[in-house]
């Protein structure tokens, strides 16, 4: 055992050099130094509570739910890329016409539409582009709105104002209201779809960032960037863009469950996804006619979007829970 160090003025043993904790090591170095042992104390003190949350949060461990809500994910994903190498009937031109209103069956796990064609195939194709739906309007309004909302937040002012105006006015209108107008007036097509979502998108995402950005643009490590004669877009990336980022990420995860289920929205009013190309949304929308003799049509479908919503919103929870800055940790 190493020998124990003691310091006059504070006539306390104190651990050797390997000894003790990190902590009480650097308490014995401090008052060894000649700190008071009160001050070293405090020292201690305020760098465990400018790094508490940052362990608790490398302790904190994924939930059953949340693994689930990732292995779901993960296999949307795998059937979206490799749906072609699946043994899977062609979703467009093979049909059986004697399965038609008979339900699921050994060749037809979940049935088959109205025109006999493989409910499986159609629901695993269709997850192509759900997804690129869903994953592209809102990967489009997190860029576009994010740099609206970072610029309005941090310059304030006129800018931050006509910023805050134009976002303001676009979230005036109803949601599903202005998209359904964006695709009769640009055309039914995923692409439009997408552009159509990516607007609604845009305001939402970019009123998260504002906000964040205003109050980061006033914290001290931001004004002391200014006073050194940092430039503003380095300020923009460097200091605030990180701490803005996990509320971004957060919302635009849950962006993607409701550009999801937009898109089915826009499928039912038929200005969704043209057939005969599949999305959840026109599967349902096909099988709506006839849902009191064959519910599985639009069953099978719904209950898969319903999984993909409820796993995203967990996945949401869990990057607003593992990333977000806490008020308490700064």
């Known amino acids: 055992m190493s020998e124990q160090r003691r310091n006059p003025a504070n006539p306390v043993a104190l651990p050797g050099k390997d000894e003790g904790t990190a902590s009480e090591r650097l308490v014995a170095d401090s008052v060894l130094g000649g700190m008071p042992a009160d001050s070293a104390t405090i020292q201690e003190a305020a760098i465990t509570a400018m790094t508490a949350s940052g362990r608790a949060r490398k302790r904190a461990k994924l939930g059953v739910a949340a693994w689930l ?109 202005l998209a359904l107008a964006i695709v009769a007036f640009l055309g039914q097509s995923t692409l439009n779809i997408t552009i159509a979502l990516a607007i609604v998108a845009t305001p939402i995402l970019a009123r998260i960032s504002r906000a964040s950005a205003l109050s980061w643009s006033e914290r001290e490590f931001v004004l002391a960037a200014r006073a050194q004669g940092a430039k503003h877009f380095r300020i923009i990336w460097r200091e605030i863009f990180p701490n803005v980022l996990p509320a971004m990420l957060s919302i635009a995860v849950l962006g993607i469950a409701v550009a999801i289920v937009a898109e089915g929205g826009l499928s039912v009013l038929g200005v969704g996804v043209k057939l005969p190309t599949p999305s959840w949304g026109n599967i349902i929308q096909g099988g709506l006619p006839d849902i009191r003799t064959a519910p599985n049509i639009v069953l099978f479908p719904s209950m898969v979007i319903f999984l993909t919503v409820l ?20």
């Open 311 to 330: 796993s995203l919103n967990y996945l949401g929870d869990v990057v607003r829970a593992r990333f977000d800055v806490r008020e308490s940790g700064l």
């Open 69 to 177: 809500a990732i292995f779901w994910m993960g296999l949307l994903v795998f059937c979206a890329v490799f749906a072609s190498l699946l043994p899977l009937a062609d979703p467009i031109s093979s049909t059986d016409a004697a399965a038609i209103g008979k339900g699921s069956s050994a060749d037809h796990i979940m049935g088959v539409d109205s025109i006999g064609r493989d409910l499986l195939s159609r629901v695993v194709f269709g997850i192509r582009a759900s997804l690129e739906i869903g994953v592209g309007s809102v990967a489009i309004g997190f860029v576009v709105g994010g740099f609206l909302g970072l610029v309005g937040g941090y310059f304030k002012g006129r800018l931050g104002s006509l910023i805050a105006g134009l976002l303001d006015t676009l979230l005036a209108f109803p949601a599903l209201i």
